[in-house]
């Protein structure tokens, strides 16, 4: 069976993703910073799965341990699934370089280690997956989230540039974007019902996107047209708007 390494793996979506994985056959490894919860996930998934479900500490922000995770699994996983997201207060990290540089970090520039070592691995045997969850908020800079949106930015094209990279050489990369989701990193907002999905609903679309080796999947489907939309009006009219 494929094993699905999780990263991040306390997200409310990793976890519905992991679950629906395991139903599928896919055997599961957690990481993520938080030992305690991870303990709780992983005999919740056990418990489910009727599988063991082993679990080590990975922390973005620790940059001199977190090339350690990938080196020390043996044998490697068929797939990765990067699900580290810091909102964070959007407010104070306009004004604040640390909150902005560590936005910046835990979104973008801290996943790049783990991508390589997975991405080079899966091109060294000619197969593999590498699915990152970014965010339509990375679609175009707005003025309420931009440390955030930038970030996703940043990480949407990365994960672009390495599918072109990849692609021709059996490497499947995957670019799960979710409008908004009822989550923690949700659950002080006000969330617009129908524009909302669940994380069992992005956790489908993961699933269907790596059976399916889609490269870019919107959650839900509609926001890649509303995207589109938003990236369609010029700048000289989008400066002036209230979003
Ligand atoms: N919720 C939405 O509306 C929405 C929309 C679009 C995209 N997304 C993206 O979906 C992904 C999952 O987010 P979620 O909604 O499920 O939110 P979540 O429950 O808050 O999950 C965020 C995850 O990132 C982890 N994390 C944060 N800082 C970290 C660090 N320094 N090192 C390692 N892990 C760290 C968290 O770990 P701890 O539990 O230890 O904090 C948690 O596992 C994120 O990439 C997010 O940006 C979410």
């Not at 139903?23 to 799965?49: H, P």
């Not at 490497?171 to 949700?186: E, S």
């Not at 669940?198 to 059976?211: F, S």
Request: aromatic fraction near 10%; hydrophobic fraction near 45%; include cysteine.
């Amino acid at each position: 069976m494929p094993t699905l390494l999780v990263i991040g793996a306390t997200s409310d979506i990793a976890h519905a993703a992991a679950l629906l994985f395991g139903q599928k056959g896919w055997d599961l490894i957690l990481a993520g910073r938080d030992m305690e919860r991870l303990e709780d996930i992983s005999f919740n998934l056990r418990v489910r799965l009727a599988k063991d479900v082993p679990f080590y500490h990975y922390d973005v922000l620790d940059s001199h341990k977190r090339t350690e995770l990938w080196d020390n699994l043996d044998p490697k996983p068929e797939a990765i699934l990067i699900a580290v997201g810091l909102l964070g207060d959007q407010g104070e990290a306009k004004s604040c370089p640390e909150l902005a540089l560590k936005v910046a970090t835990v979104n973008f520039t801290g996943l790049i280690p783990i991508i390589i070592q997975a991405s080079q691995y899966y091109e060294s045997i000619g197969k593999g997956s590498v699915i990152g969850i970014s965010s339509v908020a990375g679609d175009r800079g707005r003025a309420s989230n931009y440390p955030y949106g930038s970030a996703k930015a940043g990480f949407s094209a990365y994960l672009s540039g390495l599918r072109n990279s990849l692609s021709k050489k059996g490497v499947q990369v995957l670019t799960i974007k979710p409008g908004y989701v009822r989550t923690a990193m949700t659950a002080n907002m006000l969330l617009p019902g129908l524009l909302t999905a669940t994380p069992e609903q992005v956790a489908k679309c993961i699933y269907k996107g790596v059976v399916k080796k889609k490269s870019v999947v919107y959650v839900k489907w509609f926001w890649r047209w509303i995207m589109f939309v938003i990236k369609s009006i010029p700048e000289f009219i989008f400066k002036r708007t209230n979003s």
